[in-house]
């Protein structure tokens, strides 16, 4: 210990004693290399040490931000905050852990529900303080459920419910009032509003879907007072509208690569126009023909009766029952009796076609194509604009699947496909965005190491200079010293210093007390009897 400290008082002293002889110039080049060295060193380190923050949980209602914050100070995690407080940054290393440990204590709790039950039962409270508790717990619990949807960043629910009446006539319907901001770039479709709705109305008692209402972050209406048949019309129609943007996509992407290897990127434009019929119909034909090799029984009964007839009894009246009148003969008889009922068959062809909705309309399915007249100028289309015209429209065909003389359609490739040659335009240069050159530059990986390569080069010098002049000086070598040695071997004196802030006269006055005063110092004499002139003459 004592050999330590004997040693690092020899070393003090040698410092001290190396300043001492060091100029007034090397002490202002010494002491400012060392302020550099110190300083990038500093902010070496702090770029090394600084930890990456991270969002801890965004969004938040000032009750939790007060409450996730007030346990962040308790555990000594340090943060950030953001977005007026509604955002909390933590070290990245720390931010899991951090959220399960807030998680344990129920944070951020959010919108309150039905957790405010199971407390206990404050003494004195009322029937209305319940009322106003369940409302509250009902709310929290919708607008739960509610930002469990994907584009649903947060929700706020309000509910209307009128007490209830002894005469209906009377009583008011229940009210509800929902309050959706969606995540940045997206809004809720129709079918999802509807959701929404029913979801909110089956969760109330006695309150119906037209008596909810709900408003997005801006302000706009979403919940439609369309009948349910209206929606579902709404609905079919944008389902057919996405499936022919999808097939003219899917087609416009087919010609696109075609002409993409046959004319190079970006020398071609394709766009797809087509007509997709979405009728649900059904067709049925019945053809009747005849044999001509003759009939064809296709079903024949014959029925035959034959027998005697009974004796017949007299007819009542005065004819037949009067001897004196005509007497009826009433022997008996025999007949026969046959009936043929036949059926005959005749050919029949019945056919049943049915059309599948999304048939093509080919004949309305019409394609535009710009060319680049630059990249048709080496490839052997054809020798004349028709020809090259034609060749590429006979490509767009086949991609496409148009074709002529197909039956049932009346196809024209050169009035359903338009080929047209232009110079294009040049892309305009995108203005790349001008971010701060500091920031950019701090953000390199590279940037500590070259601070600290800075900091070892600073240090470097400030060890030269309290060297002093090399060993080969300018009366050894004969040669001037010029560069970094001739600034540092420089004399710099607190009259030079203080020389460049005065005037001329000042200036003047002072080079003439230089010159007494060098008189004084080489003649004493001489300058005794200047003096002394100079006080006989007034």
Known sequence: ?????????????????????????????????????????????????????????????????????????????????????????????????????????????????????????????????????????????????????????????????????????????????????????????????????????????????????????????????????????????????????????????????????????????????????????????????????????????????????????????TDTNVPQYTEVDTSAGSFDKSQTSRNYEIDKTETVTRYAPGEVKYDYLTISVLVNNAATQNLKLGSTEADRINTIRNIVATASGLRENRANENVSLEENISVAFIDFQPLPVPESANPNPVEALMKKSWMPWALAGLALLACLAVFVSMRGKSPLSEVETGLPISGFEAVVDDELSLEKLIDKNMTPSERENQKIKEEIDKLVESNPENAAQVIKSWLLEG
């Open 1 to 317: 210990m004592e050999t330590f400290i004997s040693t690092a008082k020899q070393l003090l002293a040698g410092i001290r004693g190396l300043w001492q002889e060091m100029s007034l110039n090397r002490k202002v080049l010494t002491v400012g290399l060392l302020t550099l060295a110190l300083c990038i060193v500093g902010v070496a380190w702090v770029s090394f040490t600084r930890p990456d923050y991270e969002p801890l949980y965004t969004q938040l209602s000032d009750k939790d931000a007060g409450a996730i914050v007030a346990k962040l100070e308790e555990a000594g995690t340090p943060y950030r905050l953001e977005d007026n407080g509604g955002t909390i940054l933590v070290p990245t290393q720390v931010k899991y852990n951090t959220r399960l440990k807030l998680a344990e204590q129920n944070l951020p709790q959010g919108e309150s529900g039905f957790e405010l039950f199971r407390t206990s039962t404050n003494f004195g409270e009322t029937q209305t303080d319940k009322r106003v508790k369940y409302l509250e717990a009902l709310q929290g619990e919708l607008a739960r459920t509610i930002q469990r949807l994907d584009k649903v960043k947060a929700a706020k629910v309000n509910l209307a419910l009128p007490e209830q009446s002894l005469f209906s006539d009377q009583e008011e319907p229940a009210k509800a009032s929902v309050v959706i901001n969606t995540e940045p770039g997206h809004s809720l479709s129709p079918q999802e509003v509807q959701a929404v709705t029913n979801l909110v109305a089956n969760s109330v008692e006695r309150l119906k879907a037209e008596n909810v209402v709900i408003v997005d972050q801006y302000g706009t209406l979403l919940s439609d007072t369309l009948p349910s048949s209206s929606l579902a019309a709404s609905t079919q129609l944008q389902m057919q509208m996405a499936l022919k943007k999808e097939y003219e996509k899917e087609k416009q992407t087919a010609i696109q690569s075609m002409l993409d290897k046959t004319l190079g990127v970006d020398n071609s434009v394709v766009r797809v126009n087509a007509e997709i019929n979405f009728n649900d119909r059904e067709e049925r034909t019945e053809i009747y023909s005849h044999d001509p090799g003759g009939p064809f029984v296709r079903s024949e009964e014959v029925i035959k009766e034959s027998g005697n007839s009974p004796l017949t009894a007299a007819a009542p009246g």
